[in-house]
């Protein structure tokens, strides 16, 4: 079982540019969601999925936009680059996003630099 | 709204030491999930442990258990005899039935090891 798969793991774009995250878990999990992780603030969600077709915000969705017409698949996509947005993103998946006992899995992290 | 805090921005510790770091969360519903997370050096999110709101008994793994205090609204993390490859950031969490859409974060806590 390969869990929670995220690509690339490093990427350097320029500012306006654009890129999508890639996530795919084998696990055929429900809930799919993608945080940034920025020094000193912890894990911010920044969209999620409960299901293919099914969408919604977390926390700080500016500038991002998803999609899930799988349930492997829940890619990010950065819509035009800033710097604000360098951070360290992951994608975490769970059997479900409606039991709260269900932990995340995580991928191994894709860490961004906006220049 | 959930919030997790965490008071300890590092913690340095002897080898085979026991070593607790704090958690407090604050939540309005009763039903809901803690969990603690370690991010070594490398990177990954490795969840090491939960504790249901209506479980009587503290959670353990191996040498991991959750000092779990309802009234006080706390879940320390109790780490016995510890080893070099403990030394990492710990992360608190919470998922509410709520808002088990959305785990919440605190901001961590950096523990070393020293020889």
């Known amino acids: 079982n390969a869990g929670v798969t995220q690509t690339p793991k490093f990427q350097v774009l320029k500012t306006g540019q654009s890129m999508t995250l890639q996530c795919a878990q084998d696990?055929?999990?429900?809930?799919m969601s993608w945080y940034r992780q920025d020094p000193g603030m912890g894990l911010r969600l920044i969209h999620y999925?409960?299901?293919?077709?099914?969408?919604d915000q977390g926390e700080v969705p500016n500038g991002y936009n998803v999609s899930r017409s799988t349930t492997e698949d829940f890619p990010l996509r950065l819509l035009s680059a800033a710097p604000s947005q360098t951070s360290v993103y992951f994608c975490?998946?769970?059997?479900?996003?409606?039991?709260?006992?269900?932990?995340?899995?995580f991928g191994n992290g894709t860490r961004l630099t906006v220049t | 709204a959930q919030k997790i805090t965490q008071t300890q921005p590092g913690m340095f510790v002897q080898e085979k030491e026991a070593v607790t770091l704090d958690c407090t969360y604050d939540?309005?519903?009763?039903?809901?999930?803690l969990f603690w997370y370690k991010q070594p050096s490398s990177g990954e999110m490795i969840f090491l442990i939960y504790?249901?709101?209506?479980?009587?008994q503290n959670a353990t793994e191996g040498r991991y258990s959750l000092n779990f205090q309802k009234a006080r609204k706390s879940a320390n993390l109790v780490i016995s005899a510890s080893q070099l490859g403990d030394s990492a950031m710990y992360f608190c969490?919470?998922?509410?039935?709520?808002?088990?859409?959305?785990?919440?974060f605190g901001q961590g806590t950096r523990l070393t090891i020293n020889p």
């Open positions: 504790q249901g709101s209506y479980d009587e």
């Open positions: 939540t309005s519903d009763q039903s809901y999930g």
């Open positions: 969490a919470m998922r509410s039935i709520q808002g088990a859409q959305k785990l919440v």
């Open positions: 999925s409960v299901g293919a077709g099914i969408t």
């Open positions: 975490a998946s769970s059997a479900t996003g409606f039991s709260y006992n269900s932990p995340l899995h």
């Open positions: 696990m055929n999990h429900e809930y």
